[in-house]
């Protein structure tokens, strides 16, 4: 099985002694097709309480019990030397940072080893059906093209049934889909996700408290990296954090605070740490926040992109905003012309994107997500097509396929 050997770099933090060394202490591959950390250590010798630690928020140790024994101090304790390699399992996608402690008890010799990029392939492709038979659907991917097989209803029973939702999102454990109503009704919905068929359990709904008059209306939704806030925009132009807790949106919300949105909030979106938000207004504008917990600031309209010659090209009706993997560049729907951009995300702190170009042509683009691999990009629009595209290196689409099975597709979520 072909594996990829990542180069790191390193925090070297030592616990509880004072001690001295120089190089690695483990050697770590990240498994090329699964979601898999294959480790063994440097020196000839057999560590029985050997260590890891997540230090990153959206991930966690798929296997504890098996794969590594949780200790007290934190540390999930394996047995591990030069040539008996362990083999870590992984929930999550995107780049992780780990310690790794040859000894988690007493003597502690730890080194971090960070930008580790786990990547599983998604399995299903989560899609929200405006005026569909079905509230939500399930689509299989193939799993070496990224295309989509078929579709077929998610379930979820019957208080999803007629909601027409728009927003969707699937938490970092794979377990829950959170859907925004889109029926001008003041509530939310959690509903259990079995991730090897792609298929909702019994969905709950959550009333939106406070703040009154939450209105979602094209509202979309994301979570924060740890999963324990849910952001929603609403058609009054607010972005509310609202808490979960066991996998549960509860209705007592706070507004973030953030400025410069319209009344048409079409999409929201985060990067991976949760401290940038983008959020797309269909009435021609993103806005680019920067987030703190419950609190949005900063927050500054971008109006358009710099383009090739420097061509100025304005946004009209933009309906998603998002990331890729390395976070370099934000892809942008714009639901009139039918292109998908891909603007910089270096700051410039002003009301254009700065280094866009075209990525792709899509009619009426509305919802986008991109794989944790950015190798595809999934795009839906209004009318009846879902679009899977493969992703080049130069950030563009190419060999573009499409499924026409769901009526007025909007918004959508990958599960892996």
């Known amino acids: 099985m072909k594996r990829i050997l990542v180069k790191t770099g390193l925090i070297i933090s030592l616990l509880h002694c ?23 250590t440097v020196t000839n010798n057999i560590y029985k309480n050997a260590g890891i630690m997540l230090n990153s928020p959206g991930f966690s140790l798929s296997n504890v019990g098996t794969e590594c024994i949780q200790s007290p101090n934190g540390l999930c304790t394996f047995s591990v030397s030069n040539i008996m390699t362990k083999n870590i399992s992984i929930t999550g996608n995107g780049f992780l940072s780990v310690k790794l402690c040859l000894n988690s008890n007493g003597l502690m010799t730890c080194q971090n080893y960070n930008n580790l990029f786990i990547a599983g392939i998604p399995t299903f492709a989560l899609v929200n059906s405006y005026n569909g038979s079905a509230a939500v ?8 093209t990224g295309a989509i097989i078929s579709c077929s209803s998610a379930g979820g029973g019957s208080v999803i049934s007629g909601t027409a939702p728009e927003g969707i999102v699937v938490n970092a454990a794979q377990n829950t889909a959170f859907l925004t ?20 359990g019994t969905c709950t709904r959550t009333e939106i408290i406070t703040p009154s008059g939450y209105d979602p209306q094209y509202g979309m939704l994301a979570l924060n990296p740890a999963n324990t806030i849910a952001y929603l925009g609403d058609a009054t132009g607010r972005i509310l954090a ?18 410069n949105i319209n009344n048409t909030i079409a999409g ?9 938000a983008y ?25 358009g992109g710099s383009f090739t010659g420097g061509v100025s090209i304005p946004f009209i009706e933009p309906g998603q905003a998002a990331l890729n993997g390395a976070e370099t560049l934000v892809y942008v729907t714009d639901f009139s012309p039918g292109k998908v951009y891909a603007c910089s995300t270096t700051p410039n702190n002003t009301s254009s994107f700065a280094s866009c170009f075209v990525a792709g042509s899509i009619t009426n683009a509305w919802g986008i997500t991109i794989n944790a691999r950015n190798t595809m990009a999934y795009i839906t629009d209004f009318n009846n097509t879902v679009t ?15 499924n026409t099975s769901i009526s007025e597709p909007v918004g959508i979520a990958l599960v892996y």
Not at 243 to 257: A, E, K, M, R, Y
Not at 287 to 298: D, H, I, L, R
């Open 137 to 144: 659907y399930a689509c299989s991917l193939n799993q070496t």
């Open 181 to 200: 109503g889109g029926t001008d009704e003041p509530f939310v919905y959690q509903c259990p996700l079995n991730a090897s068929t792609g298929t909702f």
């Open 242 to 259: 609202c808490p979960i807790s066991n996998n549960v949106i509860l209705g007592t919300c706070t507004d973030t605070g953030a400025t």
């Open 279 to 303: 959020i797309a207004n269909y009435e021609n504008f993103i806005t680019v926040c920067k987030v703190n917990g419950s609190t949005f600031s900063s927050c500054i309209k971008k109006t």
């Open 388 to 402: 899977a595209c493969r992703i080049l290196t130069n950030g563009t689409f190419s060999s573009c396929t499409t």
């Open 268 to 276: 929201i979106n985060l990067n991976r740490a949760g401290t940038m």
């Open 18 to 40: 004072e001690a001295s060394f120089s190089g690695l202490l483990f050697n770590v591959n990240v498994n090329a097709t699964s979601n898999i950390l294959n480790i063994n």
